[in-house]
């Protein structure tokens, strides 16, 4: 059973950085466009960036000049780098493929941004 593990959250003052990191146990995002969502309280989860296995990225408005997706196959591993966040990015952020799956959810990372 492939497992997913999200990391690198924490509190930081708007204005500041945090990259988060997400890793896999076996070969889905080798194979799969891959994406970082979020569910902030009270919000349905969406969809953040997604970046496909050509390295083609996409960006929800409210973080593109903000964030960056990029990934590593070899490492099983994906990565969000979240500069100038602002309180409204306060969310759990999960990694999954794209179009996500059930069974990959993991238990996210808590990114919360203080005014």
């Known amino acids: 059973q492939v497992q997913v593990a999200e990391s690198g959250g924490g509190l930081v003052q708007a204005g500041g950085s945090l990259r988060l990191s997400c890793a896999a146990s076996g070969r889905i995002f080798g194979i799969n466009s891959v994406g970082w969502y979020r569910q902030a309280p009270g919000k349905q989860r969406e969809l953040v960036a997604r970046i496909s296995t050509s390295g083609m990225t996409e960006y929800a408005d409210s973080v593109k000049g903000r964030f960056t997706i990029s990934r590593d196959d070899v490492k099983k591993s994906m990565f969000l780098q979240m500069n100038s966040l602002k309180p409204e990015d306060t969310a759990v952020y999960y990694c999954?493929?794209?179009?996500?799956?059930?069974?990959?959810w993991g238990q996210g990372t808590q990114v919360t941004v203080s005014s």
């Open positions: 999954n493929i794209w179009p996500p799956q059930a069974r990959y």
